[in-house]
């Protein structure tokens, strides 16, 4: 027995930056046998870039390199790591390990080493996963938005671009609508035009510098 457990004891060793021999804690099979893990990492407007990280890297230890792939520097401060799972998404925390978490999500659906899963991380799983990389100061994705009715829409700080689709479908029931603080710098004509039963519209703090021009094209705003 003793003899057994110094072999699992080297399969998880590993050699620290400055020499010195550290017993780190793993996942129990197979992060004793893979060392890196591609992973892919989206951010906000839904591109991405696949990183190969090691197994026992932690938020803290990659965030210099996701700052420097995808943002300025001024832009990095409130960025976070965020893991999106069975339709709840958190921010992890600085010690937690990314590809770790992929390894052992991909075990508990069933998969093994047979499945080559040191890359499985860099496809889709958004099924299972996805690692969204975009600052605290955001809200929802486009496509996670839902709404129980469309009489009264609050986008506020949803960080949107344009007008999202479902909302060019519902325009007839649209009354009241809030786009505060997002970075839209347009409102299509064609979607003014379709609200007609619009009343109230708010566009307070946002990159446009005047009411858009499509706006007074509104049959229905008083």
Do not use: W
Request: hydrophobic fraction near 40%.
């Amino acid at each position: 027995m003793p003899h057994r457990l110094s072999i699992a004891r080297d399969l998880v060793r590993n050699v620290n930056p400055v020499g010195k021999a550290t017993t780190r804690v793993s996942c129990p099979l197979a992060a004793a046998i893979i060392d890196r893990v591609r992973v892919r990492i989206y951010c906000a407007d839904g591109s991405y870039h696949v990183a190969p990280i090691s197994i026992h890297s932690t938020v803290a230890e990659l965030t210099p390199s996701l700052n420097q792939k995808q943002f300025a520097p001024k832009e990095c401060e409130t960025h976070k790591l965020y893991l999106k799972e069975r339709g709840r998404e958190r921010v992890l925390a600085p010690t937690e390990r990314p590809a770790a978490i992929v390894i052992r999500r991909l075990e508990q659906a069933g998969y093994d080493q047979a499945d080559s899963l040191a890359f499985l991380g860099a496809e889709d799983m958004s099924f299972l996963m996805k690692f969204v990389y975009k600052s605290q100061l955001l809200g929802p994705a486009a496509e996670d938005l839902t709404f129980d009715t469309f009489d009264l829409v609050d986008l506020t700080g949803c960080s949107l671009p344009t007008i999202p689709i479902v909302l060019h479908q519902n325009t007839g029931s649209i009354v009241i609508l809030n786009l505060s603080r997002n970075p839209m710098v347009e409102i299509p004509l064609d979607f003014i035009q379709s609200c007609t039963t619009l009343r109230n519209l708010k566009l307070s703090s946002m990159a446009m510098k005047k009411v858009p021009q499509s706006v007074r094209h509104s049959t229905s705003l008083h």
